[in-house]
């Protein structure tokens, strides 16, 4: 949904129009749940801040000024309501962790899946190996397949600093990829 067709959406939105809402969520609900399940391994919270998300946005339809896209701003209300999620769990005493040999389900073909499970999992592994920032940048690049313009608005980080994360993150992943940790 970009330009006019976005643009009509919007003003659909804020009018209520339940047909709007329904055209939105059905073309950004996969995404906002794969780049959460991802960040959190878990597909019960996914789900939860997925629709967290998604409550939220509705809420704040009139302050949505349109300087970037729905999906983009989706995805940042997205990685606030995961911020604020680790913020409680973290406040609540409960640990974090590592999301350790879990791989979130993504394949609806299981032939396809069992094919490439070592694969995927040794990815997956070294991503949770990553820091929380550098999982964010490289799913956001890599699996949602936003710009670093975009990913700049959703981690409210500028462009030149999106651009650096991803290079180290990208540097980083290889370590964990290839077991070799520099000093």
């Avoid at 959460?36 to 809420?59: I, K, M, N, P, R």
């Avoid at 791989?103 to 040794?122: F, G, K, M, N, Y």
Wanted: with cysteine; hydrophobic share 40%; net charge positive.
């Amino acid at each position: 949904m970009r330009g006019r067709a976005e643009r009509r959406i919007l003003t659909a939105l804020r009018e209520g129009r339940r047909q709007a809402y329904e055209t939105a969520i059905n073309a950004h609900y996969r995404s906002v749940f794969r780049f959460l399940l991802f960040l959190t391994g878990e597909a019960h919270l996914a789900e939860d801040l997925t629709q967290e998300t998604f409550t939220a946005a509705w809420g704040a339809i009139d302050r949505f000024r349109g300087r970037a896209s729905i999906r983009t701003w989706l995805h940042r209300i997205a990685y606030n309501a995961f911020a604020d999620a680790q913020r409680r769990r973290a406040r609540d005493g409960a640990l974090a962790g590592r999301l350790g040999d879990r791989r979130p389900e993504t394949a609806d073909d299981p032939v396809s899946e069992l094919i490439a499970a070592e694969q995927v999992s040794h990815v997956c592994q070294a991503l949770n190996g990553l820091e929380t920032d550098d999982r964010a940048v490289l799913l956001l690049r890599y699996v949602e397949g936003l710009s670093h313009r975009e990913i700049a608005q959703v981690l409210d980080r500028p462009n030149g600093t999106v651009r650096w994360l991803t290079s180290r993150a990208l540097k980083r992943l290889a370590e964990e990829l290839t077991g070799k940790v520099k000093p």
